[in-house]
């Protein structure tokens, strides 16, 4: 570890060195975990990109009770061991909590930028991040009051994200004319207003129970509504895989904790969920299918086979019968004789 001042604020750093880089086979790798301000960290990243082809790097807090939050202001480092004034900062903050629990760049820089040997970012197989975490004011610790979900405390250029939801869930990192006003309830998508009107005409109960909210409360469990509606209404059968799943396993547990009367709309996640088996076993279907498929045809083949033989057969049968005709057979092996 190590200190590097700026002006009014200190970073302390962890350095992750990660050897074998051109070998590696996981999705996503975590570093060792390391402590730095009084609480324990890892730098997760995605050698091969989170669903992008650009490197993704994450400052991960671990596993956070349900009530607590913690800030943190930090940036993520990819060393160039060429060229110093090459190294890649990013800088951000946000408030980890149970929901997201780790943070950073899913676009960090492009994978041609890294994996291109003399660029300077692997060197003799060996990959250098770095964690610098301010430690120039106490950490921020809070309850969670129901009423105000955590959020990110300051939008930085480009929208950070979360590593299993690329999607921000802060609205601020929203650009804000892709913003607009919900009923009176708060910023929503534009993308989502259309899905939440029609749901909301249906079933009032999804007004109803978040009139007492606070705004902010409602923009979150609003959001949290559209982005499952708009996942099933933008998906194909054919694309929920088990990535797509996934994905949509964390969606509606996190639209959950916001206590909208779901029961309407539980069947429909649920038969997307189970979209996957059905996609394995329709796919087994259809294997079979195709090999039966071939059989009869090869049946068809030998049995046109079978048909010609047959004819060709009924052919010769008469020629012989024509050809033996006043034909007598004799004993080829008797003498021929000279006679009595």
Same mark, same amino acid.
């Given at each position: @570890?190590?200190?590097?001042?700026?002006?009014?604020?200190?970073?302390?750093?962890?350095? +992750?060195?990660?050897?074998?880089?051109?070998?590696?086979?996981?999705?996503?790798?975590?570093?060792?975990?390391?402590?730095?301000?009084?609480?324990?960290? =890892?730098?997760?990243?995605?050698?091969?990109?989170?669903?992008?082809?650009?490197?993704?790097?994450?400052?991960?807090?671990?596993?956070?009770?349900?009530?607590?939050?913690?800030?943190?202001?930090?940036?993520?480092?990819? *060393?160039?061991?060429?060229?110093?004034?090459?190294?890649?900062?990013?800088?951000?903050?946000?408030?980890?909590?149970? &929901?997201?629990?780790? +943070? %950073?760049?899913?676009?960090?820089?492009?994978?041609?930028?890294?994996?291109?040997?003399?660029?300077?970012?692997?060197?003799?197989?060996?990959?250098?991040?770095?964690? =610098?975490?301010?430690?120039?004011?106490?950490?921020?610790?809070?309850?969670?009051?129901?009423?105000?979900?955590?959020?990110?405390?300051?939008?930085?250029?480009?929208?950070?994200?979360?590593?299993?939801?690329?999607?921000? @869930?802060?609205?601020?990192?929203?650009?804000?004319?892709?913003?607009?006003?919900? &009923?009176?309830? !708060?910023? *929503?998508?534009?993308?989502?207003?259309?899905?939440?009107?029609?749901?909301?005409?249906?079933?009032?109960?999804?007004? !109803?129970?978040?009139?007492? =909210?606070? &705004?902010?409360?409602? #923009?979150?469990?609003? $959001?949290?509504?559209? =982005?499952?509606?708009?996942?099933?209404?933008?998906?194909?059968?054919?694309? @929920?895989?088990?990535?797509?799943?996934?994905?949509?396993? *964390?969606? +509606? #547990?996190?639209?959950?904790?916001? &206590?909208?009367?779901? $029961?309407?709309?539980?069947?429909?996640?649920?038969?997307?969920? %189970?979209?996957?088996?059905?996609?394995?076993?329709?796919?087994?279907?259809?294997?079979?299918?195709?090999?039966?498929?071939?059989?009869? @045809?090869?049946?068809?083949?030998?049995?046109?086979?079978?048909?010609?033989?047959?004819?060709?057969?009924?052919?010769?049968?008469?020629?012989?019968?024509k050809v033996e005709e006043g034909?007598?057979e004799i004993d080829l092996d008797?003498?021929?004789?000279?006679?009595?």
């Amino acid at each position: @570890m190590e200190n590097q001042e700026k002006i009014g604020e200190t970073f302390e750093t962890f350095k +992750w060195t990660i050897k074998d880089f051109y070998k590696l086979k996981s999705k996503k790798i975590y570093s060792q975990n390391f402590y730095i301000g009084g609480h324990s960290w =890892r730098i997760l990243m995605y050698p091969k990109g989170n669903k992008v082809d650009y490197l993704s790097i994450y400052l991960d807090a671990g596993t956070l009770p349900d009530v607590e939050t913690r800030f943190s202001k930090f940036k993520l480092v990819l *060393i160039n061991q060429v060229n110093d004034k090459l190294t890649q900062i990013k800088e951000t903050q946000h408030t980890f909590n149970a &929901r997201e629990s780790d +943070w %950073g760049f899913t676009s960090f820089i492009p994978l041609a930028d890294l994996y291109i040997y003399n660029k300077g970012f692997i060197v003799n197989d060996t990959c250098i991040s770095e964690a =610098r975490i301010s430690i120039s004011r106490p950490e921020l610790e809070k309850k969670v009051d129901e009423a105000a979900p955590p959020v990110s405390v300051q939008v930085p250029a480009k929208p950070i994200e979360h590593a299993d939801n690329p999607l921000p @869930m802060d609205m601020s990192a929203i650009p804000i004319d892709e913003l607009v006003d919900f &009923r009176g309830l !708060g910023k *929503i998508e534009k993308a989502f207003v259309p899905l939440l009107d029609e749901v909301c005409a249906k079933h009032p109960s999804v007004i !109803g129970c978040q009139k007492k =909210r606070s &705004r902010r409360f409602s #923009e979150w469990a609003f $959001t949290a509504l559209g =982005r499952v509606l708009h996942f099933l209404k933008t998906k194909k059968a054919r694309d @929920m895989d088990e990535e797509a799943c996934s994905h949509l396993q *964390i969606l +509606w #547990e996190e639209l959950e904790t916001f &206590r909208f009367d779901l $029961t309407w709309l539980e069947p429909h996640v649920q038969s997307a969920l %189970g979209m996957k088996n059905y996609m394995e076993r329709s796919a087994k279907v259809k294997g079979v299918k195709e090999n039966v498929a071939a059989l009869e @045809m090869e049946m068809k083949k030998l049995k046109a086979m079978v048909a010609a033989v047959e004819v060709d057969l009924e052919m010769a049968r008469r020629e012989l019968v024509k050809v033996e005709e006043g034909f007598e057979e004799i004993d080829l092996d008797g003498e021929v004789g000279y006679g009595p």
